[in-house]
Structure formats: structure tokens, C-alpha cells
């Protein structure tokens, strides 16, 4: 047997060969996106090298022909160097297309750079002010700002053939919101009869703001707590003392004397309602302290999310922050994912960070923060972790209201909303998409 025929492992793939500098630039010059795209992708090309071909495009004052390529690399391959590249292309805004600038700023608005989008948009509506999906897309952005008045009325001009029936839905959700009824029955009415099989989902998501609205029989602006009821049926425990941001936290990290007086409270509200778990589930090492911590309060079992155990009604899956899927094996993701979905599985969380696009918004949330810090480490023991809540040596932060009566007042004025309260068939959980109105102080 020759040294070639001993078992071994296999050499190493040979990689492809590099594309030379004049065919790329030849590529780019004739537009050829998606042959440069699967070049980057079978790496026949590397991505320096069709950056510095779109620096030369930007330097040869191409403006359109460096939006249709900035905008293949922001959207593929998440650039890092995405919002320096926008501004150089705002700066040949005249020489790019409408089109061509609407999808760039969509591109951004996925990778969440909403400044850099806002000017993008804001550069295609100069060229026509009655572009459909720019203004489509400034709704939305604007929404996502929390100016629910103003994207109301740049949605009110796009043509329902293109918003189509999620469009309409969105359209007749804000209404909703609002309080305009009027608009409501309208935008809400061509939702259902524009709806395909894909605006399904959607249309059901509107369709629960829009029953939850008319329950309520309340007038708009609502406060943080009640907006949440309405648009997620969702319960709020904790509001900030201060009130500029509508009962918002802001970037300040929770304290573990924090995190303790915070569970006590949410299983406050389990006992008003009359919901208490039956189980508690986690899938993460953060997950497991806050179903602890709760577990020790209410005598209940703590378990793991495994994917041979079913879930069953009652039970609810603890999370510390709703803000990121929980990084565990995909068998474990799958049985959450459709459990939640099927309504089965109820949740609660310590956190909801504003302005982020989580996968959920859980039926119990702690607080609603500008940041997902927690006073702990991945590697803390949760018994250690658990005291540390029980000490107020470490301090305890003042920045939250201390409203016990007006909670129960609010638990008690909005329990028919609440999605942790309906029976099977309960209604799937939705994501987090953070356009609730609520009033600021100046």
C-alpha cells in the first residue's frame, strides 16, 4: 500500500481561482449584480476587492449604478462599513434611481440603520414625492420612530394595490391605535378583500389590535401599559418614575435587588389574575434564574425545555430578555417555536428592550428598557445569583414607580385583553414590532 492509499483525512478543497481585477470591473460596469453576487458566494471574488470597485463606481459619480450594487452587498452580506457607504451615495443622490434608492433603504431598514434609511428615503421622495414604496416604506420607519400620527397619513398615500392585504392590515391596525374609526372600518374592509394566503398571519395579528381596541371602548392616547394590552394583549408590571419616555427605562442596568423585587411583583400580578403557572420552562442559563427565582415563589416545578417533553397547558417559558432568540440546539427552538405559535405555551420576561426587533412579546413582561443588561454573567451560579437578589447591599437603582393601585386598577379595567387569560385555543404569539403610540413628555 503507498503513503497515497493510507486512510486519512481528506486534503483540504482547493479553492476556486480568483477572478481577475479586469473581468470583475468589466462585470460591474455592465450592471451584472447578480453574477458578482454568486462570485462572492462560490468566492471566486473577494469582498475588498468589489468594495474598492464600488469606491471607484462612487469616484466616477455613478450614482446609480453604486445604489443597485451597495445595496446587493448591505442586503447579502451584511456590511459593516454600510452606513459610510449610504452617505457616499446620498452625496450622488441626483444620479440614482427612485427605485433604485427605495430598495437601498430597505436594505438598511433590515440591517436596522434607520437614520441612514430615513435620509435614503427622504433623497428618492425628492425625486418623486408620490413614489409608492418610498412612502410605503417611510410609514414604517416612522412608526418604528413611534410617530404613529405621522405614518398614518404617509400610509393614507400609497395606493392600496401596493400595500396590498398585510398593507391594509398595517394601515387599519394603526387606525386602530389611534382611534380613527372611520379610517379603520375602511382600511380594514379593503384589507380583507385584497388578502392572499401569505397576508394571512398579518391579518390576523391587525385583526386581534383591532378586537382588542373595540373591547376596550376607551378613547386614544393610551399610557404605555394599556397601549400594550391593546396592540399585544400583554401585561406591563413595571413603568419608570420618570415619564419622558412614557414609562420607558432607559439605558440604566436593573441591580439583582432589583431583579428580586421585580419577580415578587410579577407574581403578584399571576395571583390577581388568577393564572398561576403550573410549570416554568427555560432554554437558557438566564432563562433558568429567572424560572428559578420564580419557582422558589410560587412552589411551582422548574424544568429545561427538552424537545422529547411535551408542553403542556399551564406551563410558561421564563426568559430574562425578550430581545434574542435563545441560542440553543434547533430540535429545542422548533418544539418553542410551535408551542408558542399554537398558543400552547404562555411566557414571561424581566425585560422587552425598546427599539429592537424581537422574535416575541411575552404575555408577562417585567419592564420595557432601552437596553437588555443584566446584573449577572453567563457563568454565575443561579443559587449564588438567586441571594444576591435577596441583599440590598449591591443598591437598589430609584428609577421605578412604586404604583401598586394604579396596576390593579389597570389588571382589573383591561383583563379581558389579556392573551394570558383566553382559553385554548389561545391566539399565537407575534413579534415585537414596537409602533405602540405612547404619549411623551416634552
Not at 435614503?120 to 417611510?138: F, G, K, Q, W
Not at 412614557?246 to 439605558?251: E, L, N, P, T, V
Request: with cysteine.
Amino acid at each position: 500500500m503507498t503513503d497515497q492509499d493510507q486512510p486519512g483525512e481528506a486534503p483540504p478543497p482547493v479553492p476556486p481561482p480568483e477572478m481577475p481585477k479586469e473581468a470583475l470591473a468589466a462585470l460591474i460596469d455592465q450592471g451584472e449584480v447578480l453574477e458578482i453576487e454568486r462570485a462572492l458566494r462560490e468566492q471566486n471574488v473577494r469582498l475588498p476587492a468589489v468594495l474598492a470597485e464600488l469606491d471607484r463606481v462612487l469616484d466616477a459619480g455613478l450614482g446609480n449604478l453604486a445604489t443597485v450594487l451597495a445595496t446587493m452587498l448591505i442586503s447579502s452580506f451584511h456590511l459593516a462599513r454600510a452606513g459610510q457607504i449610504a452617505e457616499r451615495i446620498l452625496a450622488q443622490k441626483d444620479t440614482a434611481g427612485v427605485e433604485e434608492l427605495t430598495d437601498l433603504a430597505a436594505a438598511l431598514m433590515l440591517e436596522e440603520r434607520l437614520t441612514t434609511a430615513g435620509k435614503v428615503l427622504t433623497a428618492a421622495l425628492e425625486h418623486d414625492p408620490r413614489a409608492d414604496r418610498a412612502l410605503y416604506l417611510s410609514a414604517k420607519l416612522e412608526a418604528r420612530r413611534g410617530q404613529l400620527d405621522r405614518a398614518f397619513s404617509t400610509i393614507a398615500k400609497v395606493s392600496p394595490k401596493l400595500l396590498g392585504g398585510s398593507g391594509l392590515a398595517t394601515q387599519a391596525r394603526w387606525a386602530a391605535l389611534l382611534g380613527k374609526n372611520a379610517a379603520l372600518e375602511a382600511a380594514w374592509r379593503l384589507a380583507q378583500k385584497a388578502a392572499q394566503e401569505e397576508d394571512r398571519e398579518h391579518l390576523n395579528f391587525a385583526a386581534g389590535v383591532i378586537h382588542r381596541q373595540r373591547q376596550l371602548g376607551r378613547t386614544p392616547p393610551y399610557g404605555l401599559r394599556t397601549a400594550f394590552a391593546v396592540e399585544y394583549g400583554s401585561i406591563l408590571v413595571e413603568l419608570a418614575k420618570d415619564p419622558k419616555d412614557g414609562g420607558r427605562f432607559g439605558m440604566q442596568a436593573m441591580t439583582p435587588f432589583d431583579v428580586g423585587r421585580l419577580l415578587d411583583r410579577m407574581v403578584r400580578v399571576w395571583r390577581n389574575l388568577g393564572v398561576l403557572p403550573k410549570e416554568l420552562l427555560y432554554a437558557t442559563e438566564d432563562g433558568e434564574i429567572v424560572a428559578t427565582g420564580l419557582g422558589q415563589r410560587l412552589a411551582v416545578p422548574v424544568k429545561e425545555v427538552r424537545h422529547d417533553r411535551p408542553i403542556v397547558e399551564g406551563a410558561w417559558y421564563c426568559m430574562a430578555s425578550a430581545g434574542t432568540h435563545p441560542h440553543v440546539a434547533n430540535p429545542i427552538v422548533r418544539v418553542l417555536h410551535e408551542a408558542l405559535n399554537a398558543g400552547v405555551l404562555r411566557s414571561a420576561a424581566l425585560i422587552l428592550p425598546a427599539g429592537w426587533r424581537a422574535p416575541l412579546v411575552p404575555d408577562l413582561i417585567g419592564r420595557i428598557t432601552g437596553d437588555d443588561e443584566l446584573p449577572w454573567g453567563l457563568t454565575d451560579e443561579v443559587d449564588e445569583t438567586l441571594e444576591r437578589m435577596l441583599d440590598d447591599s449591591e443598591g437598589a437603582t430609584d428609577d421605578w414607580l412604586d404604583d401598586g393601585p394604579a396596576l390593579e386598577a389597570h389588571l382589573e379595567g383591561c383583563a379581558g385583553l389579556f392573551r394570558a387569560l383566553q382559553p385554548e385555543p389561545r391566539p399565537g404569539h407575534v413579534p415585537y414590532l414596537d409602533e405602540t403610540p405612547v404619549p411623551r413628555a416634552p
